[in-house]
Each structure stands twice: as structure tokens, then as C-alpha cells.
């Protein structure tokens, strides 16, 4: 099961910041927060992941709470191509064999 | 570098019958998940191919089964399909040693099991 909580869905307007809540209060002190999306008819996107300081790259930016038990995913200026399922996902730190878990994700619409 | 690559697209399928998929995966990749998507559910893992054996899996039954050759390609193999086998399969590519970088997803096969 997942490990993370989010809400169903989204609006945001174009061109506004789009912050995704997401809930990890169970996260162990050796499992990194991700973020993944996926757009109607692909495969999920990696977006961004981080463990405890924040983090930023060309796409978004990560903050996680002090005590990690939860994280905001932020896209500075959505448009509507970022209208996406998008998945937050807690998994552990080691060399490459412990699968995503994916829940539901957050349905995010941007509204021109 | 090329990314995730699967075939087919889109499959029709008789209840009973055996289907394979493939993927090919991204270049510099050593690593093969393969994920089920059910409509309207998030992806569900089925299995990672790593030097060429299996390595994880997820809870499916043995009817699904894998394959992951000398150039880290991999194939989903599922038998005696059931109409509740109906849903996109993803094929997800990573680097073992390298694998906090995430993985990279192909756009899926679509399985359609009547």
C-alpha cells in the first residue's frame, strides 16, 4: 500500500503556482520523497525527488517539512500542459531494487 | 539518448489466451520494471529484471512471467489471461548503482482482454 497521502484533485489557473500537498507522516529516516507525473496516455514522468532539505530543478521545486512527515511539490508557473495525474511517492534509499508504490495521485487541472 | 521504448501499442486479447510484450530500455539503463495500470488506479508493480533475473516482485500470481536478455531488454509474459488482466503495462528503465535518480517509464501497452 502507499505510504503517502493526497488530495483527489486540483485546479489551478494558468500561469499561477500550482502547490501539491502530500502527506507522509509513517516516512523512515532513510526514504526519499518523490515525485512523479503522468500526462493522459503516457508512462509517469520523474519530476523531482528529495530527503530533507529542499530541492529545485528545471521542472519544480520540492519543499519538505522540518520533521518530513509531510511535502508541498510546487510548479511556478503551470500551463496547461502541466494538467497531469501527479503521484508523490516514499521510497527507500538503497542501490536500485525497491519498486515505486504508487497511489491514486492528485489529479491536477490547469484552467486557462 | 533514446528513451523507454514498448510494443505493441495496443493489443486485443481472448480470455485464456497467452500474450508477450516488450520493451526495450533507455540507453546507459541496466534495469527492468514492469507495472500494471488498471483504468483509473495508480501503477502497480509487477516485477524488476536485473542481470538478466528476476529481482522483486510484486503480488501477482505466476502466470505473469519476464525475460531480460544480454542487452537489458526485457519481455512481459502473461498466461491464461483473464478479463481483469485488461489495463496498461508499463516498462520502466533505470541503473542499479544509480537508481535514486529515478526511473524512466515508455507510454505502455495497452491490453484489452475480452
Known amino acids: 500500500d502507499a505510504k503517502t497521502t493526497q488530495p483527489t484533485s486540483m485546479d489551478c489557473a494558468e500561469g499561477r503556482a500550482a502547490n501539491l500537498p502530500c502527506n507522509h507522516s509513517?516516512?523512515?529516516?532513510?526514504?526519499?520523497v518523490y515525485w512523479y507525473r503522468q500526462i493522459h496516455s503516457q508512462g509517469p514522468q520523474y519530476i523531482i525527488h528529495g530527503l530533507k532539505n529542499n530541492e529545485t530543478n528545471e521542472m519544480a521545486s520540492l519543499i519538505i517539512t522540518e520533521d518530513r512527515k509531510s511535502s508541498t511539490l510546487i510548479l511556478p508557473h503551470a500551463t496547461l500542459r502541466d494538467t497531469a495525474v501527479y503521484y508523490c511517492i516514499v521510497r527507500k534509499a538503497d542501490s536500485g531494487n525497491t519498486p515505486l508504490v504508487f497511489g491514486k495521485g492528485t489529479r491536477l487541472s490547469v484552467i486557462a | 539518448e533514446t528513451g523507454v521504448t514498448q510494443s505493441p501499442t495496443h493489443l486485443i486479447k481472448t480470455r485464456g489466451q497467452q500474450v508477450t510484450l516488450r520493451c526495450s530500455s533507455q540507453s546507459g539503463h541496466n534495469t527492468v520494471s514492469w507495472y500494471q495500470q488498471a483504468l483509473g488506479q495508480g501503477p502497480q508493480f509487477i516485477f524488476q529484471?536485473?542481470?538478466?533475473?528476476?529481482?522483486g516482485r510484486g503480488n501477482f500470481p505466476p502466470r505473469f512471467s519476464g525475460l531480460q536478455f544480454p542487452n537489458y531488454s526485457s519481455e512481459l509474459n502473461v498466461n491464461a489471461l483473464e478479463l481483469d488482466d485488461s489495463a496498461l503495462y508499463l516498462c520502466?528503465?533505470?541503473?542499479?548503482?544509480?537508481?535514486?535518480?529515478?526511473?524512466?517509464f515508455g507510454s505502455g501497452t495497452r491490453l484489452t482482454v475480452v
Open positions: 509513517t516516512i523512515s529516516g532513510n526514504e526519499y
Open positions: 520502466a528503465s533505470s541503473f542499479w548503482a544509480r537508481a535514486l535518480n529515478g526511473y524512466t
Open positions: 529484471y536485473y542481470r538478466e533475473e528476476e529481482n
